[in-house]
T-cell receptor, first 116, second 111 residues
């Protein structure tokens, strides 16, 4: 059973460009979470999605950031008009469906975004 | 202060020694989790301890939880160079799905 997959693993963008980060959850998992890790910091929650629904995006910056989890295909975190401050590691996690959400989240290897 | 704060921030020990890391949190919890992150890599889930548990073991790992003090500790026994990594505790705080992480403890095990 493959784990959470993220691509690309490394992404370099110039200021003003767009960054698209992809996440495929573990097989059978329907909950996807995105977290951001700034250098020497812990992870910070960004958004929680289920298929075709954004459940909680309270951790997302109000502008330039968006996320989706379509019926088919991976979840996408999109950052428009990137700035240097967007440079960070972006991690996706997934968890299985069920009533008890306070369970283990399984993390992908992350995408390291560098904005020049 | 953040929910889930680890101390020390950095710990350097010799191979074979034990390593103890501590975590404090603020709100009530249903469980607390420990993760490991090797440099430049993703997070690996180590262990989950529930609020009604006081101690849990997994291989060379021993986790304790004191809900009255809102604190947890992670003990790695007989450490190895491969244990070198950052260790994070995480809780759900007041949410069912937002994991809140501290800044982590950077453990260096010298061969």
């Amino acid at each position: 059973n493959a784990g959470v997959m993220q691509n690309p693993r490394h992404l370099v963008r110039r200021r003003g460009q767009e960054a698209r980060l992809r996440c495929s959850p573990m097989k059978g998992h329907s909950h996807v979470y995105w977290y951001r890790q700034l250098p020497e910091e812990g992870l910070k929650f960004m958004v929680y999605l289920q298929k075709e629904n954004i459940i909680d995006e309270s951790g997302m910056p109000k502008e330039r950031f968006s996320a989706e989890f379509p019926k088919e295909g991976p979840s996408i975190l999109r950052i428009q008009q990137v700035v240097r401050g967007d440079s960070a590691a972006y991690f996706c996690a997934s968890s299985p469906p069920g009533n008890s959400l306070q369970e283990t989240q399984y993390f992908g290897p992350g995408t390291r975004l560098l904005v020049l | 202060s953040q929910q889930g704060e680890e101390d020390p921030q950095a710990l350097s020990i010799q191979e074979g020694e034990n390593a103890t890391m501590n975590c404090s949190y603020k709100t009530s919890i249903n469980n607390l989790q420990w993760y490991r992150q090797n440099s430049g890599r993703g997070l690996v889930h180590l262990i989950l301890i529930r609020s009604n548990e006081r101690e849990k073991h997994s291989g060379r790992l021993r986790v304790t939880l004191d809900t009255s003090k809102k604190s947890s500790s992670l003990l790695i026994t007989a450490s190895r160079a491969a244990d070198t990594a950052s260790y994070f505790c995480a809780t759900f705080g007041g949410s069912n799905y937002k994991l809140t992480f501290g800044k982590g403890t950077l453990l260096t095990v010298n061969p």
